[in-house]
């Protein structure tokens, strides 16, 4: 099986952080680039690009989340990372990672992880 798997997701304050983790199962994630998207509650919500990194760990950040959002990769672990930081009630959504060409494009993926939800609210 192969399988992209986000954890870290949950309930936090406005102001608060959270780090987001995209592990790969199945497959070695070191030789993609890989992409944070998310997607707001509201209905035909689509899904906004807001992170990614290369393979050799270049960033590209959304201009919604730059300064507050990094994303970094521990290759020994399998995994990608978005470190959320002054997290606002507009962050609330289902955040995913996806495997992707390249980064610089948000509107090419090769597979998509199930999503962790972010609440942000007082």
């Known amino acids: 099986q192969a399988q992209l798997v986000e954890s870290g997701g949950g309930l936090v304050q406005p102001g608060g952080s959270l780090r987001l983790s995209c592990t790969s199962s199945?497959?070695?994630?070191?030789?993609?680039?890989a992409a944070w998207f998310r997607q707001a509650p509201e209905k035909d919500e689509e899904r906004e690009g807001i992170s990614c990194i290369t393979s050799d760990g270049t960033t590209n950040s959304a201009d919604s989340v730059k300064g507050r959002f990094t994303t970094s990769r521990d290759n020994a672990k399998n995994t990608v990372y978005l470190q959320m930081n002054d997290l606002k009630p507009e962050d609330t959504a289902v955040y995913y990672c996806?495997?992707?060409?390249?980064?610089?494009?948000?509107?090419?993926?090769?597979?998509w992880g199930q999503g962790t939800q972010v609440v942000v609210s007082s």
């Open positions: 199945g497959f070695r994630l070191d030789s993609y680039a």
């Open positions: 996806a495997t992707v060409p390249f980064c610089g494009d948000w509107n090419q993926f090769y597979s």
